[in-house]
C-alpha cells in the first residue's frame, strides 16, 4: 500500500456462535466457536473504545444470536456514549417487548430481523426452528411498536424465490424501513448446502426484475438492498469494500476478520484482540495485509481498470472455487473457471434439491475440498 | 408510510434511526443511517446543519441565502433536490 491506510468505516461484532435457529446457509464458519470461549464484557468494552478512537462510525451486533449475550444491553449503552452508531442484527426469536424497550432506551438505533420464508411452515423448516416465523413477526411489531427502524433480512434461494413479491409485502406491512433481498452467497455452511439453494438463472432474472419494479413502486416507502448470487454475474461484487479497507470483523472469540468467511482460507494467521489494539490488528496484522490494495492481485486483475472498483472480487470465493484465495474470482468473467461456475450453477439448480445439512456444532463431519481444484 | 414530498413548507427532520454526527477522528460530517453511511459535501453539511425539525425548507433557504449572499430562487432548487433525494432514500423525515 502506498496510500495512507484509512480506519474502516464499521465493526462487525459477532458477539456468540450460540443461536436457537439451525439454519443451513448461516454465514458462520462450519467451525462453530463454543461459548466457553466468548469475548468477556470488559474486552468488548475496550473494543468498542477503540474502534470510536479509530473514527469508526457503525458497530453491527451479530452472531450467531447476540441477543444470547446478558450483557448486550452494557454495549449498546457503551457504543452510544462512545459514538457509535449500534444495530442489532437478530433473529428476533429470544426478544420481548420489555428488552426491546431497553435496548432502545440504552441507545440501540436500528433492528434487522431477518427472516426465511413467507410462508409459516416453509420458514420454520429452513430455519430449524418451531415457531420461530410468528415469533419473527410478533418481534418485528414490537421493534416498530418501541419506536425503532426495522430492516428486514429475506434471505432467499430456490426454495423460497417465488415468495420475494410478498416479502416486499411483509416488509411494508410490517412498516419496515428497509428490506435486503439477499440471495445467499456461498460460503461456509451454505456452501455446502449450495445445490439445495442455487436458483436458476432464469429465476434470477425474474426476481431482478420483480425487485426493479418493486424499487420505483416503493420510492420513498421502502428502501430495498438487493444482493444477487455472484455465480451468475459478468463482474465480481466488491466484497467487503475491498479486502481490509473498509470493515472488520470480530469473531466470538475475539479473533479480529477482514470478513466473516475469512477462516476459510487457509494458512492466514489471525490476530486477537486479546494480544494487541484494534488499531494494531488493523495496521499491521498479516491476514489484512495479505489481499489489501492492488499488490497481491494476478492479471487480468493487476491491471484491469476495475481493480480500484471491486477490488478483485472476493478471496473467499476465489478460494473455495479455484483452491487458491489470491486467484481471480471466478464471478468474474475474465476468469478462466467463469463459464465453468456458471454452469455448475445451473446444473446444480435444475437437478432436484439435497437434503439440508443444518447448522449445529458437529454436523460438519466432512471436509469440503475446493471444488475445482486439481 | 408514504413517500415525501419535499416543498417549501416542509419542516425536514432526521427520523429516528438516522445520525448527522460529526466524527472527531476523521474530522468529517457524517449521516449515519441503518447500514448505510453518506459523507455529505460542505454544502450539504450547511443544510443539513439546519434540519432541526424546526424550520420550514423556506426559512433554510431564506437562512443559507443571507449567510452566503447567494439568490434564493437559485438556493431553493438546490435545497428542494438535494433533501427530496436524500427523503426518497431514508435519511429525511417532513
Known sequence: MTQTLEAPLALLAE???????????CSNPLELERSSGELDTANWLRILDEAAEMGMHQVHFSGGE????????????????????????TSGVLLDEDRLNGLADLGLEHVQISFQDTEKENADRIGGYKGGHEKKIEVAELVRKVGLPLTLNAVVHRQNIENVPDFLN??????AERIEIAQVQYY??????????????EQLKQTTKIVTEARERLKGVLVIDYVVPDYYAQRPKTCMGGWGRQFLNINPVGKVLPCHAAESIPGLNFDNVKDHSLSWIWENSEAFKKYRGTDWMPDPCKSCER???????????????????????????????????????????????????????????????????? | MDRIV??????????????????????????????????????????????????????????LAERFNAPKEVIVTDVISMLQDLADKGFIKG
Not at chain 1, 15 to 25: A, I, K
Not at chain 1, 73 to 78: Q, T
Not at chain 1, 188 to 201: E, M, Q, V
Not at chain 1, 340 to 356: N, W
Open chain 2, 6 to 63: 419535499v416543498g417549501k413548507s416542509l419542516v425536514p427532520e432526521f427520523p429516528r434511526g438516522v445520525k448527522f454526527r460529526f466524527n472527531k477522528a476523521k474530522e468529517q460530517w457524517v449521516l449515519l443511517a441503518p447500514e448505510r453511511l453518506l459523507v455529505p459535501d460542505e454544502i450539504a453539511v450547511e443544510i443539513l446543519k439546519l434540519c432541526d425539525g424546526e424550520k420550514t425548507v423556506e426559512s433554510i433557504v431564506s437562512n
Open chain 1, 307 to 374: 481493480a480500484e472498483i471491486d477490488w478483485g472480487g472476493c478471496r473467499c470465493q476465489a478460494y473455495a472455487l479455484t483452491g487458491d484465495a489470491a486467484n481471480v474470482d471466478p464471478a468474474c468473467q475474465l476468469s478462466p473457471l467463469h463459464e465453468q461456475t456458471f454452469g455448475l450453477a445451473m446444473k446444480e439448480a435444475t437437478e432436484e434439491a439435497p437434503e439440508f445439512i443444518y447448522r449445529r456444532i458437529g454436523s460438519d463431519e466432512e471436509q469440503d475440498s475446493p471444488v475445482f481444484a486439481e
Open chain 1, 170 to 175: 411483509l416488509a411494508v406491512e410490517l412498516d
Open chain 1, 66 to 89: 447476540p441477543t444470547v449475550r446478558k450483557d448486550l444491553e452494557d454495549l449498546i449503552k457503551h457504543a452510544d456514549e462512545v459514538g457509535l452508531y449500534s444495530n442489532l442484527i
Open chain 1, 188 to 201: 461456509g455452511w451454505a456452501l455446502k448446502n449450495r445445490a439445495a439453494f442455487i436458483p436458476t438463472y
Open chain 1, 15 to 25: 458477539l456468540s456462535h450460540r443461536c436457537p435457529l439451525q439454519c443451513p446457509y
